[in-house]
């Protein structure tokens, strides 16, 4: 997300090269992300899909050299980025070698590859009213990739509270599995972890998690933890509302 300003700069940087012939391209997870002016005076639009499981296993066969055995599912590739893919491609890897690392990488991010260690949200009585709206969700995400429901009617989200160590994490990864969507995780401690701390850095890194959702599209979970660590703007001091407001 880029301020009015921001916007302003990039719309008259385009149009300025796009007058003096010279070629502009432009590349980002949400095409309204770019400039406006790029977007209407595009000559070519391209749309770039996740990877099937058959372009994976061709992309195998022409860096090994060798086929794989069998079909490859198409979520083998799901929640992972380009760096992620890459990373599995290691010189004198075999086929099998590729597939492993590919499904490690989608189990550590909360992909299909740890389906079979998880409890079915069907069974997990335990968390009461939100399995209830999890079992409800699912429905949504499959009538809506059928056609049967608009995505603005999709219920959004909910906030789970109970005491540490009940199982919030888990319900995540549970309900990911569930509506058979990536799940992305992080929590307050991460915004900053992943950066300086300083308040722009803060706010690129809590964008960029959104970013990272979208890029998990048409749609995923996204878990952000310990969200209790967001301070009450209406208890809070003069200074940490300069700070977090914002």
């Excluded at 009015?4 to 949400?30: F, M, T, Y």
Aim: charged share 25%; hydrophobic share 45%; glycine share 8%.
């Amino acid at each position: 997300m880029k301020t009015p300003q921001q916007k302003s700069d990039c719309n008259i940087e385009v149009a300025a090269d796009l007058s003096r012939d010279r070629p502009v391209i432009g590349v980002a997870v949400d095409r309204d992300a770019l400039p406006s002016a790029l977007t209407t005076a595009a000559d070519l639009t391209i749309r770039i899909g996740a990877p099937t499981g058959a372009t994976i296993g061709r992309a195998i066969r022409m860096f090994t050299g060798r086929r794989g055995r069998g079909a490859l599912d198409d979520g083998i590739a799901t929640g992972l980025e380009f760096h992620d893919l890459v990373a599995a491609f290691r010189s004198n890897s075999s086929p099998a070698d590729i597939i492993e690392r590919l499904r490690k990488a989608a189990t550590a991010l909360g992909g299909p590859g740890n389906i079979d260690r998880l409890p079915k949200l069907q069974d997990a009585v335990e968390y009461g009213a939100a399995r209830t709206w999890g079992l409800a969700l699912a429905k949504d995400i499959a009538d809506y990739r059928a056609g049967r429901l608009d995505w603005q009617s999709v219920d959004r989200g909910a906030v789970l509270f109970s005491e540490p160590g009940l199982g919030k994490s888990l319900y995540a990864r549970i309900l990911a599995q569930a509506c058979g969507v990536p799940l992305v995780t992080y929590s307050i401690a991460d915004l900053f972890a992943n950066s300086p701390g300083y308040l722009d850095s803060v706010i690129k890194s809590s964008r960029a998690m959104f970013e990272r959702a979208a890029a998990m599209g048409p749609c995923c979970i996204l878990f952000l933890d310990e969200i209790d660590a967001l301070p009450n703007r209406a208890t809070m001091s003069p200074r940490g509302a300069d700070w977090w407001t914002p």
